[in-house]
C-alpha cells in the first residue's frame, strides 16, 4: 500500500509539472537554462527508502558557484548518507554541466584542490578559485539527451573508475527531472562482475 502511495504522488507530480512548465524541444540555449535549474538544490530519496528497506538514505546537496563563467553551469555537488547514527559524506566534486551538440549535453566531474575544498567546508567564498584549482575526472562525464520532460542518460564504457574496494570501473545512469534526479551508480570487478549493494531501480532523489 505505501509502495503504491508512492508511486501515485510521484505520478501525480509528473503530470502537475508537465501541465505548469515550458517542455524541452527549444534552442540548445534554453534547454541547457533548464538543465542548469533542475540541477541546483536539494534532493532527497528519504521517501523512498523509507518503504523499501534495500535503498540507503541519501542526499544530494547542489550549490551553483562561479555564476558569470560562462558558457553552461558550474556546482559543488555533495552526496551524503544518512543512519539513525551518523552522516556519512560519499562524495563531492565539482560538475561543469555544458552542451556538446544539439539536444545533447555533457555533465564534467572535476575533483578539488585541498585547498578550495577546506574554503567550501568553511563556508568561504570561493569566486578566488579557478580551473587551476581542478583536476578532471576523466572517464565520468554524462552525455545527457533532452527527451520530452526529462534530461536522461549517462556515462560511456568503462573508464570511470569504482570508488569501493575491489572495483575496477563504475557506471552511472541519470534522468533529471524538475522534480529530481533519478540515478543508479553501479561498480564492476575488471572481469565485468558487478560488486557493492545496488539496487536493481534507481534512487528517486526528489527535490526538497
Not at 81 to 86: N, P
Not at 105 to 115: D, K, L, P, R, V
Not at 125 to 146: H, P
Request: one cysteine or more; a negative charge.
Amino acid at each position: 500500500m505505501i509502495v503504491r502511495i508512492l508511486i501515485i504522488i510521484l505520478v501525480a507530480l509528473s503530470v502537475l509539472q508537465s501541465l505548469i512548465a515550458k517542455p524541452l524541444g527549444g534552442t540548445t540555449n534554453e534547454d541547457l537554462d533548464s538543465l542548469i535549474k533542475w540541477t541546483e538544490g536539494t534532493f532527497s530519496n528519504e521517501i523512498q527508502a523509507n518503504v523499501d528497506s534495500s535503498y540507503d538514505f541519501i542526499t544530494i546537496s547542489s550549490k551553483r558557484i562561479w555564476k558569470s563563467r560562462t558558457p553552461g553551469g558550474w556546482f559543488i555537488v555533495k552526496l551524503i548518507r544518512h543512519d539513525s547514527m551518523s552522516v556519512e559524506m560519499l562524495s563531492k566534486y565539482v560538475y561543469h554541466v555544458g552542451s556538446i551538440e544539439e539536444g545533447m549535453f555533457e555533465i564534467t566531474a572535476y575533483s578539488m584542490t585541498e585547498q578550495m575544498a577546506k574554503a567550501d567546508e568553511m563556508n568561504e567564498d570561493i569566486e578566488r578559485f579557478s580551473a587551476r584549482d581542478l583536476t578532471q575526472r576523466r572517464g565520468c562525464e554524462l552525455y545527457l539527451q533532452a527527451a520530452d520532460r526529462t534530461f536522461i542518460g549517462g556515462t560511456h564504457g568503462t573508464a570511470c573508475p569504482g570508488n569501493v574496494p575491489g572495483a575496477s570501473y563504475s557506471t552511472t545512469e541519470l534522468l533529471i527531472s524538475p522534480q529530481g534526479f533519478w540515478w543508479l551508480e553501479r561498480m564492476y570487478t575488471p572481469g565485468g562482475e558487478a560488486i557493492g549493494r545496488t539496487p536493481k531501480r534507481a534512487y528517486a532523489l526528489l527535490r526538497q
